[in-house]
């Protein structure tokens, strides 16, 4: 269990983290989310006593950070896939990790084997590629085979395989009872991972919810619907109260009813329909519209990253050929 | 797509024990195998699949690895790692010991007897130890700067957020490994020199004090070189500053000796400089030196401030 508690961190005057309150619990992943520069690596940090609060707490299991007399034990921490001496090799560099906390030599071996790394186990840190250094970096938050594990955007770097592997290992991790907190900026990757999330940006909390309850009240779910008898359905559901919308390619777009009754509604009518299906707005939509405000580093675009609709991007180029000819 | 945990679920406390008693393998083994390419089925790890996490929340996990309290002694081992097991520090210490030994034996076999009258065994070694401290100076920054380019000292935090022990494992550990090498060299000149020229005419100084000041000294450089490296956390800074403070008191009092005001300070520095504090640890300034003790105690003090500002600055700063 992580506690924060008005979490705060401020650099001069830019307030990187602010008033940051919630839980992690343990038994489940949970997704810690937000754009770039909303103070994930800074909070993460924070949680390890690395960077101290400007304001507010952070607890671990009631307990200050450099209060833990067994760290590794308790806390196994990946912040950053480079965080390690390029010169010492993989054995090395979990060695003296392990002796920092009195962890018997023959774990070193065990974690090796669990990511995969053995065959590599005494070569040199420097030639991995960000991969390997992500699994080495995971090998050393297993060590002390605690029962918090945090992971800062552990899938950056990964091949599809390795992002599998990192996906069931934080949820068998979870499910041992373990607290897993994960920190990345896409909500896709989320979405596969993690019980429970946290969004911020630009510092302030702005969700902390269960991600079912997160895709409930987020994504926009509709039904999609093709006909080429278009003016008759209209008609049809208008008769019947249905109220849709026209998409660009020229299909219809029903908010708010079962698609089983849409397609009753034509049967009965005798409309003609190519295509009936039901359609989920994607999670990273709701994300985006979610930190629009907040993110950092925009992009410049004509439109704002928020309402761009889903399932339509703009052509490469628009932006700049509207501009260019206004 | 999980479903929500659910506060109510039933607590299963007498579920069979499904946490693994000794960390084997295949707490991690079902995500462990890299060979997984097909989607897999749900974790092998979890034997109740119903609510195998939901009973998770009810009892946390716990390692069956013993939980001790974790000490110095885990640091210093911990150090005793890393210093041997990066390339920097073979470097170092060898063209250390090429500098010292090589040019020592050189010098000593260009040596009569008579030399000896009024100066030590060990003198050979001072011409190398001028050189050579520039690498105990490399060493000593690079223990505590290379991780702060590399970002290990976040990964060293973590595991040990007592900062304070870590900074004195690592004073520790290059100070005894800076002392053996150094006080080792010097002893094995200063053998080798008199059995070179044991002739009548060599003197009868005593040189065990010099193999022991010797060594102090340019270790004790060593370790103002470490606490510099963890003030400035920037090798190449470091090594500069250091180059420094060994470099510039012993060149500028050619200059501050033109002007009356400044003839006190500039004979201050030339006493006081690395090269010549040196030079009189080995009793090349005559048969009365007071063989170097007042620079040793300057450089004690010298050494003592920066380490109480290295430890100092270690615990308010960010990492």
């Known amino acids: ?326 | 797509m999980t479903t929500p945990p659910t506060p109510q679920q039933q607590p299963q406390a007498q579920q069979a024990p499904q946490q693994p008693q000794q960390f084997p393998p295949q707490a991690f083994a079902p995500a462990g195998a890299p060979a997984v390419a097909p989607p897999p089925p749900p974790a092998p790890a979890a034997p109740a699949p119903p609510s195998a996490w939901q009973q998770a929340m009810n009892n946390a996990y716990s390692s069956p690895i013993p939980v001790r309290k974790t000490h110095l002694g885990n640091a210093l081992a911990s150090e005793w790692t890393k210093i041997k097991s990066v390339r920097s520090t073979v470097w170092t210490l060898g063209i250390f010991l090429a500098l010292v030994i090589g040019i020592g034996l050189l010098a000593a076999a260009n040596t009569t007897s008579s030399d000896y009258n009024d100066v030590p065994f060990t003198i050979p070694a001072f011409f190398g130890l001028m050189l050579g401290q520039i690498c105990l100076i490399t060493l000593g920054v690079l223990v505590t700067s290379s991780e702060y380019g590399t970002g290990m000292i976040r990964t060293t935090f973590t595991a040990s957020p007592q900062r304070h022990r870590v900074l004195l494992a690592k004073i520790l550990v290059f100070f005894a490994v800076a002392f053996v090498v150094s006080a080792g060299s010097i002893l094995l000149v200063g053998l080798a020199t008199s059995a070179m020229n044991s002739g009548p005419e060599a003197g009868d100084v005593p040189w065990a004090g010099t193999v022991l000041k010797g060594g102090l000294y340019v270790s004790l450089l060593g370790v103002l070189a470490l606490a510099v490296g963890s003030m400035l956390r920037h090798s190449a800074g470091a090594i500069t500053a250091m180059l420094g403070v060994v470099l510039v008191p012993a060149i500028l009092p050619a200059f501050l000796l033109i002007w009356e005001s400044t003839r006190t300070l500039a004979e201050k520095m030339s006493d006081y400089n690395a090269i010549n504090s040196l030079a009189m640890i080995f009793g090349a300034d005559g048969v009365d030196s007071a063989g170097g003790t007042s620079q040793l105690v300057v450089l004690i003090v010298v050494t003592a401030l920066a380490v109480g500002g290295a430890f100092a600055l270690l615990e308010k700063r960010d990492v």
């Open chain 1, 1 to 326: 269990m992580i506690t924060l508690d008005g979490l705060t961190k401020r650099y001069g005057e830019k307030v990187a983290v602010n008033d940051l309150t919630f839980a992690v619990r343990p038994g489940v992943v949970t997704g810690f989310l937000g754009p770039n520069g909303a103070g994930k690596s800074t909070t993460m940090r924070m949680i390890l006593g690395l960077d101290n609060p400007s304001g507010g707490a952070v607890r671990i299991e009631g307990k200050h950070y450099s209060q833990l007399k067994d760290p590794l034990r308790r806390v196994g921490a990946l912040l950053d896939a480079k965080a390690m001496h390029g010169g010492r090799s993989a054995f090395n560099h979990l060695l003296c990790l392990a002796q920092s906390n009195g962890i018997p030599r023959a774990r070193v071996s065990e974690v090796l084997d669990t990511v995969g790394l053995t065959a590599v186990a005494k070569k040199k840190a420097k030639g991995f590629s960000l991969g390997m250094g992500q699994r080495l970096g995971i090998a050393g938050a297993l060590l002390g085979d605690p029962e918090i594990l945090m992971f800062d955007e552990p899938v950056n770097g990964l091949d599809p395989e390795g992002i599998h592997w990192i996906r069931n290992l934080m949820k068998s991790l979870a499910a041992e009872g373990r607290t897993v907190f994960v920190s990345s900026h896409l909500m896709s990757e989320m979405a596969l991972t993690a019980d429970h999330l946290v969004v911020i940006g630009q510092g302030r909390l702005l969700a902390d919810t269960s991600m079912s309850d997160f895709i409930r009240q987020n994504s926009r779910s509709y039904v999609r619907l093709r006909s080429p008898q278009r003016e008759r359905l209209l008609d049809v559901l208008h008769e019947a109260g249905v109220g849709a919308v026209e998409a660009r390619d020229g299909a219809l777009e029903v908010d708010g009813t079962p698609p089983e009754r849409l397609g009753e509604l034509a049967a009965s009518r005798q409309v003609v329909l190519h295509e009936l299906s039901p359609q989920q707005a994607s999670l990273e939509e709701a994300f985006m519209r979610l930190t629009a405000e907040s993110v950092e580093y925009h992009a410049h675009s004509d439109r704002p990253g928020g309402a761009v609709p889903a399932g339509e991007p703009p052509a490469w180029g628009e932006g700049w050929q509207r501009r260019k000819g206004a």
